[in-house]
């Protein structure tokens, strides 16, 4: 049972943009804060960005000012808009609660920021 989709990752040049997306069941997004994750390659998972029911957003240091989290709650998606990409930025992409529960871990989606 897939509970949580990603999507829009690929290869983008240093500096550029990209839009995630997540698809959520609607039991997991109702209520919750959703946050965005990521996995860069050798490392362990760490927090990008999370935003509340109410659709206040939270940013790690390396990510704010450059990237915006978003959520449309009739959709029961969520939303990463990443800009000025570094190549830094390059690891696979999750979606999950904030806080993250185990079981909700979906695919991911892979972002390569390359030139």
């Known amino acids: 049972q897939v509970h949580l989709v990603e999507s829009g990752g690929g290869l983008v040049q240093p500096g550029g943009s990209q839009r995630l997306s997540c698809a959520a069941s609607?039991?997991?997004?109702?209520?919750?804060?959703m946050g965005w994750y990521r996995q860069p390659p050798g490392k362990e998972r760490e927090l990008v960005a999370f935003?509340?029911?109410?659709?206040?957003?939270n940013y790690a240091n390396s990510v704010k000012g450059r990237f915006t989290i978003s959520r449309d709650n009739a959709r029961n998606t969520v939303y990463l808009q990443m800009n000025s990409l570094k190549p830094e930025d390059t690891a696979v992409y999750y979606c999950?609660?904030?806080?993250?529960?185990?079981?909700?871990w979906g695919q991911g989606t892979q972002v390569t920021v390359s030139s």
């Open positions: 999950n609660t904030y806080p993250a529960h185990m079981s909700n």
């Open positions: 609607g039991s997991i997004f109702s209520g919750n804060a």
């Open positions: 935003i509340t029911s109410r659709g206040n957003p």
